[in-house]
Nanobody, 124 residues
Framework: QVQLVESGGGLVQNGGSLRLSCAASGRTFSNYIMGWFRQAPGKEREFVAAISQSGRTTYYIDSVKGRFTISRDNAKNTVYLQMNSLKPEDTAVYYC?????????????????WGQGTQVTVSS
């Protein structure tokens, strides 16, 4: 069992920045691909970014490339999502996710564990 606790969400203006954190506990953190998903009201949960077990490889969806950066600190069992140049369309609940597989492009059906989510709201 892995427990995930997200933090760092909030309200920010168009063009602003936020940094999300996800602290993991329960199993060897460095064994897992870690990722972030988001879900806007009335929409399906969407994969955003993922990072390999070592942290050397990352994957982003096109709409966040160049604006978001995913990173991890295996010594602290924590994964981060730095979000810059935020837009109103980034407004969603953001979820941290654990995947025991090997494919960085995560899908929600393969996620082993989810965090509780943190709200990000970008005002126009």
């Amino acid at each position: 069992q892995v427990q995930l606790v997200e933090s760092g969400g909030g309200l920010v203006q168009n063009g602003g920045s936020l940094r999300l954190s996800c602290a993991a506990s329960g199993r060897t953190f460095s064994n897992y691909i870690m990722g972030w998903f988001r879900q806007a009201p009335g929409k399906e949960r969407e994969f955003v970014a993922a990072i390999s077990q070592s942290g050397r490889t990352t994957y982003y969806i096109d709409s966040v490339k160049g604006r978001f950066t995913i990173s991890r600190d295996n010594a602290k069992n924590t994964v981060y999502l730095q979000m810059n140049s935020l837009k109103p369309e980034d407004t969603a609940v953001y979820y941290c996710a654990v995947d025991s597989g090997v494919i960085l492009k995560m899908t929600s059906t393969r996620v082993d564990y989810w965090g509780q989510g943190t709200q990000v709201t970008v005002s126009s």
